[in-house]
């Protein structure tokens, strides 16, 4: 399955500034893991040493924010797009 993947401007440093990249995967896990294969590192900054989505990053495939859907195992049908949002903390 191939989908976009939307970088946030922090993490474009690992897609040599591209905003949106292709990715590949029957669920956001798979995509994930091609998209560390294909810019190395940038897994780290989204998954924790567990392998699970750090605290502070949220990760959308289309409108569903992946946490209350199935996680990692959330399917990423053909052509949907994923989008990886940093929280934004301040005052």
Do not use: W
């Not at 939307?6 to 897609?15: A, F, G, H, K």
Request: no cysteine; hydrophobic share 40%; net charge negative.
């Amino acid at each position: 399955m191939s989908v976009s993947v939307r970088i946030p401007t922090i993490l474009r440093t690992y897609t040599d500034g591209a905003a949106e990249v292709t990715g590949e995967g029957a669920t956001l896990r798979d995509v994930l893991q091609k998209l560390d294969a294909d810019y190395p590192g940038i897994g780290a900054r989204i998954l924790d040493e567990t392998g699970s989505i750090r605290r502070f990053v949220n990760v959308y495939v289309g409108e569903e924010d992946v946490r209350f859907v199935d996680g990692l195992d959330t399917p990423t049908p053909d052509g949907a797009q994923v989008s990886v949002i940093p929280a934004v903390a301040g005052g």
